[in-house]
């Protein structure tokens, strides 16, 4: 068997070929289209194959902290050695890739070869949650698995129905309501979910897909007071193009305002939040991303052919995330909307996938910014008019007050000027 130093000499060897193989890799870029072809890069999610060759890649490569890798080398052999069970060399390795990146923020992860695969393997910008749901026991005041289906990939995980869930994504949900665990439980179609389960008097993390897609097609409700309410559940690729077609639909019964409800909304595709922000924007920056890799990008509003006057209120809550923000911040910051609700969650980082060899890494690789220069992330969109929102509210009452705000707001404001 190997001796530490004669271990560390040959991990450290092997780290001088792999950064020869990574640089011959670097001059020969792979392309994007060979992973997926339907990336979009103005997207909350993009997937990057290119590597550009320049001094600051090669400084980062040449940049090996020998030290650590041997203290790293040293601490496998411990635990190898003297761990009460018995353990493999790809389960240390695969939690040391988890532990290298899942501390740097919520969003950057590690995805293993399958994860990633069926990752890429999936649309853009549709929404879902895993094939299961989870239920509240009110006598053990605790969340239960429920409609684990026998044959799916959840069942061979070792998931069933009953089990206890402590955390999803690191929170904990024992004191949790509905609304919120299900929303915790919704993201992108295709992304992984992290869940910690209590099997008898030990807890284990699984990671899940999800993978159940949601109808998440846009709805209108016109009120006798005709003020048209549209809810957009996320944002989509047809959001815009649905939203618009409602607008037509609806003109002919005279609209006097128009209330857009993005409670809930967990984000989608930046290009469509962008998109349906232009069509109520005649000019202006609607977003811009900040990043220490690319250059920064902006996203300016262009004038329409029709400019639409009458005036409009963004509804959003504390679960309104991402692309949402920055739909909600460009109609507020340009003085186009009213927002009511509650400030929105604070999610505005962008994330890139970045495959490796086996797997992938997806890393925060930007943020977004509001037309002011604030920073989504980590503080959200203020709403101009709190509302009662608490879990007593019922949807019905929640929009009566937001409709009473919009009355107040529509007096004083009948026509906006784009």
Excluded: C
Excluded at 401 to 417: C, E, G, S
């Amino acid at each position: 068997m190997l001796n530490k130093q004669r271990l560390g000499l040959f991990v450290i060897l092997g780290v001088s070929l792999l950064m020869a193989e990574v640089r011959a890799e670097i001059s020969a870029p792979q392309s994007l289209s060979s992973i997926q072809n339907k990336a979009n890069t103005s997207t909350e999610q993009h997937i990057i194959m290119d590597a550009d060759d320049d001094s600051e890649s090669q400084t980062a490569i040449e940049d090996v902290p020998i030290e650590q890798i041997q203290n790293f080398i040293e601490a496998f052999q411990l635990i190898k050695q003297n761990y009460v069970a018995p353990l493999d060399n790809s389960e240390l390795f695969e939690n040391a890739m988890h532990g290298l990146v899942e501390q740097l923020d919520p969003y950057s992860r590690y995805l293993d070869a399958e994860h990633y695969k069926q990752l890429v393997e999936f649309t853009e910008g549709q929404m879902a949650e895993p094939q299961f749901s989870l239920r509240f026991n009110a006598s053990q005041n605790n969340w239960k698995i429920n409609g684990v289906a026998r044959n799916t990939e959840n069942y061979r995980l070792g998931l069933r129905d009953g089990q206890t869930v402590e955390r999803i994504n690191g929170v904990n949900i024992q004191t949790l309501d509905q609304r919120t665990v299900k929303n915790l439980l919704t993201g992108a179609l295709g992304s992984v979910l992290s869940v910690r389960i209590k099997i008898e008097d030990k807890t284990q993390v699984f990671d899940v897909i999800r993978d159940q897609k949601l109808n998440y097609d846009v709805q209108a409700t016109f009120t006798d007071n005709h003020i048209l309410i549209i809810k957009i559940k996320a944002f989509q690729q047809e959001t815009t193009q649905q939203v618009e077609k409602l607008l037509n639909t609806y003109q002919k019964r005279n609209i006097r305002g128009l209330l857009i409800d993005i409670r809930d909304n967990p984000g989608g595709l930046l290009s469509a939040a962008v998109d349906l922000a232009d069509v109520f924007l005649e000019q202006g920056l609607i977003v811009s991303t900040k990043s220490r890799i690319e250059p920064a990008q902006r996203f300016q509003a262009l004038p329409g052919t029709y400019p639409i006057t009458y005036p409009m209120a963004i509804l959003q809550n504390r679960f309104s995330a991402s692309a949402a923000e920055v739909f909600s911040a460009a109609l507020k910051q340009h003085q186009r909307a009213i927002v009511l609700g509650e400030t929105s969650y604070g999610k505005g980082a962008v994330q890139k996938l970045f495959p490796l060899k086996q797997g992938a890494l997806q890393l925060t690789v930007s943020h977004y910014y509001t037309p002011n220069g604030q920073m989504i992330e980590g503080k959200g969109i203020e709403a101009d008019e709190s509302l009662n929102m608490n879990t007593n509210m019922n949807d019905q009452q929640i929009l009566s007050q937001a409709l009473t705000a919009f009355d107040r707001y529509i007096a004083l404001h009948p026509v906006i000027k784009p």
